[in-house]
């Protein structure tokens, strides 16, 4: 589950360069936050054209046909975004006998595009549903059931006939497979048995499910498929030891280790040997940080901090979140920690911009910005208390 805007927005290139699947990031009144860099920019109030609100609230997630399209919505609250958008998907492959003006989709393009993009725009395909199913996977952590998406499909009451008939054809032949929920069960207890330290049990699990066909294919390469669903795997993996006390920068650092690894393997047995490391390794980090103990506001404190370094974080944040008084929360959290609310916020946020140094494109003020710091010189302050080095002498080592 994605649990913060900035690493929704690093999924919207990957996802739209690995399976053609433009996502839009859209507020509370459906202008366009963000969007995928090698795709059209469109105008902000692109959506509000085509879609009311409450269409998209009274549906898990919203199937829309507009103009020769279909968009998938589905509510999605981060920071200032509130609706996930995946779409424009079309009907059909375009080729050189169709004409761009008879796709209205292009009056509302802000950027330069010449024919070869617009032969290009996403369409629908067989592993199209596939590869909607596998993205709201990715972005919410939950598996969404084939029949909910056909259900909205159904009842989607701007559907026009034809469009009815054509998409019915391809991308809504939804394949009734109950492996998908059996897959999940799998996974669920995969992540479990890592939460109790349990790698042996988890390593078990694992190759279990890697031997079901579960029918999804993610690329037309079966070894680059497997690749992508492993990709996965470890994000889960991430997220379930954070979810029991792992730092935030530990898991990430694993994280990035195991996918670098993986994206090198050339074998199928490669990448067992190398996932199979992948849970021992998670399952190390349980170990090591699970059973540091702390009261149980001391933990909620930290997970709020955790989930919310792109914002600022007050005192007072945590003292409505914890029912404590803000002076006795403050004085019993240095008690219990050694270190002030303060200093484990920066200590926190520091860890996160060596993350984001290293990982990420941004510029050092665009981090500053991100960890929502009073200003460069503050950043820059903090960041050489921490780490005994400046954020530029940090990059450049």
């Not at 506001?297 to 997970?303: A, I, P, T």
Request: charged share 20%; proline share 4%; glycine share 2%.
């Amino acid at each position: 589950m994605i649990q913060t805007k900035h690493e929704l927005i690093q999924l919207l290139n990957p996802i739209y360069n690995h399976f053609q699947l433009p996502l839009f990031l859209l507020s509370k009144e459906l202008l366009i936050m963000e969007s995928p860099d090698s795709f059209f920019k469109l105008e902000n109030h692109y959506f509000q054209e085509m879609i009311q609100e409450n269409h998209i609230n009274d549906y898990k997630t919203y199937m829309h046909f507009y103009h020769n399209a279909s968009f998938l919505f589905f509510p999605y609250a981060l920071e200032n975004i509130s609706y996930i958008c995946i779409g424009p998907i079309f009907n059909k492959k375009l080729t050189p006998q169709d004409k761009p003006s008879e796709y209205s989709f292009l009056n509302h393009v802000i950027s330069q595009y010449t024919i070869n993009d617009f032969l290009n725009l996403p369409y629908v395909h067989h592993k199209t549903v596939d590869f909607l199913l596998f993205v709201y996977q990715i972005i919410t952590g939950e598996v969404l059931d084939a029949n909910v998406l056909k259900k909205n499909y159904k009842q989607s009451s701007s559907l026009p006939l034809k469009q009815e008939e054509s998409m019915q054809n391809e991308i809504f032949v939804i394949r009734e497979n109950p492996l998908h929920d059996f897959s999940y069960s799998y996974e669920k207890k995969i992540m479990n048995s890592i939460q109790q330290e349990n790698s042996t049990q988890a390593r078990i699990l694992m190759n279990e499910l890697m031997q079901i066909k579960d029918g999804r294919e993610l690329a037309p390469n079966h070894l680059v498929s497997m690749k992508y669903k492993l990709v996965a795997a470890v994000t889960l993996f991430t997220r379930c030891v954070i979810d029991v006390g792992v730092p935030i920068a530990k898991a990430y650092t694993l994280s990035d280790v195991y996918i670098n690894k993986l994206d090198q393997c050339h074998t199928g047995q490669e990448l067992h040997k190398m996932i199979s490391d992948a849970i021992v390794d998670f399952t190390n980090l349980v170990k090591r940080y699970k059973h540091i103990q702390n009261p149980y506001w001391v933990k909620s404190c930290k997970n709020y901090i955790s989930q919310h370094l792109h914002m600022t974080i007050t005192l007072n944040d945590l003292s409505e979140l914890t029912g404590m008084n803000p002076s006795y929360l403050s004085t019993q959290f240095k008690k219990v920690t050694g270190q002030s609310i303060k200093q484990y916020v920066n200590e926190k946020k520091i860890q996160e911009a060596q993350f984001l140094i290293k990982n990420s494109s941004y510029t050092l003020a665009e981090i500053s910005d991100i960890l929502q710091f009073s200003s460069q010189s503050h950043f820059n302050k903090v960041f050489k208390n921490q780490t005994g080095k400046s954020p530029t002498q940090y990059k450049n080592t």
